[in-house]
């Protein structure tokens, strides 16, 4: 069974920092593309960042110069650094990634649970 565990959300005053994880387990052969997507009230949901099977991130235009996406492969988890927080980007923030499990070869989808992100002052 894998699973995708997301942590680091909370309350932060605008122009704060969060840092967000996402930790994935179980029996996992690979992991390819990696994602963070986030869901405010009464919206869609959308890509703040992402970890493309290629190699290269990208950022959406209301996170550039403020997120930063990284990874540690050893440790199959996910990061979102958050600088100058504003509170627009208050939303429930998910990761997403596409896994091959043991014993498949072709990955599929996995979404964690969320983490709410409150920017407030």
């Known amino acids: 069974q894998v699973q995708l565990v997301e942590s680091g959300g909370g309350l932060v005053q605008p122009g704060g920092s969060l840092r967000l994880s996402c930790a994935a387990s179980g029996s996992i052969f690979r992991t390819s593309a990696m994602g963070w997507y986030r869901q405010a009230p009464g919206k869609q949901r959308e890509l703040v960042a992402d970890w493309t099977s290629g190699g290269t991130t990208r950022y959406s235009d209301s996170v550039k110069g403020r997120f930063t996406i990284s990874r540690d492969n050893a440790k199959n988890t996910l990061y979102l650094q958050m600088n100058s927080l504003k509170p627009e980007d208050t939303a429930v923030y998910y990761c997403?990634?596409?896994?091959?499990?043991?014993?498949?070869?072709?990955?599929?989808?996995?979404w964690g649970q969320g983490t709410q992100v409150t920017v407030s002052s």
């Open positions: 997403n990634a596409d896994i091959a499990a043991s014993g498949t070869y072709y990955p599929r989808l996995y």
